[in-house]
């Protein structure tokens, strides 16, 4: 059974730092894609970073300031969030992707983060 366990969440002023983790199991970590995205109220889940074998990816509005990373002997992905903004404020949820595939097949729970201005 895969799990995805996301923590770091909370809640932060504008221009400050978080960092999310996000533990796996029941996957073969090494190889899957994993990543983030994340939910605002009343908006679509949108793409915030990934990291495969090949390097990270981020989207636009995270660009320069998040930082994504994994630890394999951990089977452990973590985002570095810095600079935040109120508009960062959602639920993040970690994912995870097959080899060779470009959708999502495990979910993490999710967690929120939350920026005041």
């Known amino acids: 059974q895969v799990q995805l366990i996301e923590s770091g969440g909370g809640l932060v002023q504008a221009g400050g730092s978080l960092r999310l983790s996000c533990a796996a199991s029941?996957?073969?970590?090494?190889?899957?894609?994993t990543g983030w995205f994340r939910q605002a109220p009343g908006k679509e889940r949108e793409f915030v970073a990934l990291i495969t074998r090949g390097g990270g990816s981020y989207g636009d509005s995270v660009k320069g300031r998040f930082t994504i990373s994994r630890d394999n002997a951990k089977n452990t992905v973590y985002l570095h969030m810095n600079s935040l903004i109120p508009e960062d404020t959602a639920v993040y949820y970690c994912a995870a992707q097959p080899p060779g595939s470009a959708k999502v097949s495990y979910w993490g729970q999710g967690t929120q983060v939350t920026v005041s201005s």
């Open positions: 029941g996957l073969t970590f090494s190889v899957y894609g």
